[in-house]
């Protein structure tokens, strides 16, 4: 008879990954993060740029600043018309790296509108945005960080 044993890093880990979503809450629209064992709401120290703009749902994950660095996904700055997969140090699903071409308004459209439609097998976790006034005011707003 044998055992299984978990290291206990490996338990800890996966006790953390159970349990953190428990205890915070992320609320972009109102820049706050919310503690649900202390009941507060703690401000970022510095809403990031774009907060207040058409693209705000898309700095929790993106950076809007020239030469700013990578979040979760890659920067945001100068992306219509820039080259597809560009961005260096982001690792980029392969689909995406694979698409070659630049960011159309309207392949942004396309992409923001449905991920997995647009692009077959790429990382981007929405689901879509399905009001299209909403996607033109965002692609219309990111056309305007350039140089």
Not at 31 to 45: I, L, N, V
Not at 125 to 147: S, V, Y
Request: hydrophobic fraction near 40%; aromatic fraction near 8%.
């Amino acid at each position: 008879m044998s055992k299984h044993l978990r290291p206990p890093s490996l338990t800890l880990a996966i006790s953390l990954l159970g349990t953190g979503s428990l205890f915070w809450t992320i609320v972009p629209e109102a820049g706050t993060f919310w503690s649900a064992s202390a009941k507060t709401q703690e401000r970022y120290a510095a809403q990031p740029m774009g907060w207040n703009s058409p693209a705000r749902q898309c700095v929790v994950c993106h950076s809007l600043e020239k030469d700013g660095l990578p979040r979760v996904g890659p920067n945001l700055w100068n992306i219509v018309g820039a080259p597809k997969a560009q961005a260096n140090g982001y690792g980029y699903s392969q689909a995406l790296a694979k698409a070659g071409g630049i960011w159309t308004k309207q392949e942004l459209d396309q992409y923001l509108a449905k991920p997995d439609r647009f692009l077959p097998g790429t990382s981007k976790t929405i689901t879509g945005l399905p009001n299209a006034e909403e996607r033109t005011a965002i692609i219309e707003f990111l056309a305007t960080l350039k140089d």
